[in-house]
């Protein structure tokens, strides 16, 4: 038996427990009331590795975080979740969600290199070998790599996408529109305050 025809087996025997959408957080040494409930149907090491696939799942370390009780093999409380184990869940989710966030950039940063090195080597007039050489790339890597990143323009254009500074105004959406690029009235007069001032009267 394998541990996902052992999970389809718990569901089967015990629904109340096994079978909910969510998973319930499970009784502290659930795995005796198992062997106990249904003798010789699970051996040890398949139970075990079910078990340990199952409470460390997303949902069920969320569901851990959240509820207030364990429950039994017929979905009843049995004894409360402490404080502890709550927060232990909670770190772990933690834990794995920053894990996740630095492999997610550390991808990013290889699909950018990837790029920078398209670039270079689609402007250089050096030979494959002197430019492998250069980058500090194995020659037999470099054809990889390159189709690589002409598939990362198709896969990832957001990434690879110049960047506008936010504050910059971009004046080519103003073409066209009357007094486009021509200072107003009011910026003309502003910018020669002499020519606005009356001329000053001489004596007789």
């Known amino acids: ?22 998973p319930l957080p ?14 010789g149907v699970f051996t040890k090491p ?9 409470t460390g799942s997303y949902a069920y370390l969320i569901g851990l975080t959240k509820a207030t009780h364990r429950f039994d093999l017929d979905g009843q409380p049995a004894g409360e979740l402490t404080d502890e184990h709550r927060q232990a869940a909670s770190d772990e989710l933690t834990r794995r969600r920053t894990l996740k966030n630095e492999q997610r950039a550390q991808e990013e940063q ?12 689609e402007r250089t007039t050096l030979t494959p070998a002197n430019f ?6 194995a020659p037999d890597a470099l ?8 598939q990362d323009r198709i896969d990832h254009p957001e990434l690879l996408a110049p960047k506008r500074h936010p504050d910059r105004r971009d004046h080519r959406a103003d ?6 690029g021509r200072p107003h009235n009011s910026d003309r007069r502003g910018a020669h305050p002499q020519r606005n001032k ?3 009267k001489t004596s007789a």
């Open 1 to 22: 038996m394998t541990p996902a025809e052992c999970g389809t087996k718990l569901k089967e025997l015990f629904p109340a427990l096994f079978g909910q959408d969510k």
């Open 132 to 137: 492998c050489a250069l980058k500090g790339i």
């Open 175 to 180: 073409k066209g529109r009357p007094g486009a």
């Open 110 to 121: 290889a699909i950018r290199d990837r790029a920078g090195v398209l670039r270079d080597f």
């Open 26 to 39: 499970l009784k502290l040494r659930i795995q005796a009331d198992i062997q106990e409930r249904a003798p």
């Open 143 to 150: 054809d990889a790599l390159l189709a690589q990143a002409r």
């Open 46 to 54: 398949v139970l075990s590795a079910f078990l340990r696939r199952h």
């Open 198 to 200: 009356p001329a000053p």
